[in-house]
């Protein structure tokens, strides 16, 4: 996105989507603080600390940033802070949430309550919305914007990021119990005079639409072109560089190659693209699809690839104990938490990310726990033409 769209209203609005909404807003100021509480089975973003800046790219006037994880490299996002103006600065933490077990129930029972609820810090007018909560793909997240990428997610990128605490990398709920979790956000909020609770339902249960378009070979051989080579794990500024550079050619090779292809699939187009270095799975990819459908979507195969870099989507459809276990957590952490100024909740279903045959029974979930802490809520149903208060 050209970083001056941030600041033409309507221009902006057509370039936002779910996915990409955070960074446009730290650009423009709104955000310097982003927590994304994520659960086991989304893994985009390595664990931890990131401190970074965001800014406007010299040489293409395009949003870019200077951390080093390769959620952003793979993404062609990464530049030096000397090649960007304009700089903010953006904290992002990364902290695990596993759902609770029945065992540990005295939690939100109440029976290892904390103190009273942390009140934001209103003196702190220069850091409004400094602190808020977002979504990806199976993640929950505190911050103003989304990290929702539909197209990433991974956890042993070599990144210069802190351990947030010992307990956010821990693999159980009994060695990480949710209120180490609440200390570590509540520790962000103070940061701040306010924040937005954003909350993807997928974030319970998930599943990566794409499998069930293509056929386990077809994914298998997206994986094979569109995968980001990483750069060694003590990589200097060039090395990055060339990391990125080299990604940013084959993304560019690869949506030429399903343009040309979206014009004509025939045999003569498809061996020039395969005879591109990296690109011969896209022979047996483009036969492969053309035995099942009549015109294959290249476009669609394209968006499915960009999801296959580095890791895999998050592809979890929660039991009802997994989802209720997430609940429970989210109930604890939010009950110690201070009140947000807004709440926002992406349901992720008509894009199948959030099984359609769960996302109604996780709503209702989520707004009973919501009116649980809050009380009344004021609910305002975006995606109907009505609107409730519960």
Not at 66 to 83: E, K, N, R
Not at 238 to 263: I, K, P, S, T, Y
Not at 267 to 296: C, D, F, I, N
Request: charged share 25%; with cysteine; net charge negative.
């Amino acid at each position: 996105m050209p970083a001056d769209t941030v600041f033409d209203k309507e221009a902006l609005f057509s370039e936002l989507s779910i996915e990409n909404w955070i960074m446009p807003a730290v650009y423009a100021g709104h955000i310097s603080q982003v927590v994304w509480l994520h659960p086991p089975w989304a893994q985009q973003i390595s664990e931890g600390k990131h401190h970074f800046l965001v800014g406007k790219d010299l040489s293409t006037t395009t949003i870019r940033v200077t951390g080093t994880d390769h959620y952003f490299l793979s993404d062609g996002l990464y530049v030096p802070a000397d090649q960007l103006e304009n700089q903010k600065p953006l904290n992002l933490h990364v902290i695990l949430i596993n759902p609770t077990e029945a065992s540990n129930s005295q939690e939100e029972n109440g029976e290892v309550a904390s103190a009273k609820r942390l009140k934001l810090n209103t003196d702190d007018t220069a850091s409004t919305a400094s602190a808020s909560s977002s979504v990806a793909p199976g993640d929950l997240d505190h911050s103003t914007p989304s990290l929702k990428k539909k197209e990433l997610q991974n956890a042993s990128a070599p990144n210069k990021a802190e351990t947030l605490s010992e307990c956010s990398a821990s693999s159980s709920f009994s060695e990480c119990p949710i209120r180490e979790v609440v200390k570590d956000v509540c520790q962000v909020l103070q940061k701040g005079d306010a924040y937005v609770l954003d909350i993807d339902l997928d974030f319970f249960s998930v599943k990566n639409p794409f499998k069930e378009m293509y056929t386990q070979t077809e994914y298998e051989l997206l994986q094979e072109l569109y995968n980001f080579k990483k750069p060694h794990r003590n990589a200097t500024e060039e090395g990055l560089l060339d990391c990125v550079e080299n990604r940013v050619h084959q993304l560019e090779d690869l949506e030429a190659a399903f343009a040309d292809l979206c014009d004509s699939d025939d045999e003569e187009t498809l061996q020039k693209w395969a005879s591109y270095p990296g690109m011969k799975p896209l022979v047996q990819l483009v036969h492969s699809l053309k035995t099942r459908m009549e015109s294959p979507d290249y476009e669609m195969v394209h968006q499915a690839g960009l999801t296959c870099d580095y890791v895999e989507l998050p592809h979890h459809v929660s039991t009802e104990e997994e989802i209720e276990g997430l609940i429970q957590s989210i109930k604890v952490l939010l009950k110690d938490m201070p009140k947000p100024t807004l709440v926002t909740v992406a349901r992720s279903s008509l894009d199948d990310y959030c099984p359609s045959e769960q996302v109604d029974i996780i709503q209702e979930k989520v707004l009973n726990l919501l009116g649980s802490v809050y009380g009344t809520l004021d609910v305002h149903l975006d995606y109907s033409s009505t609107a409730s208060s519960l």
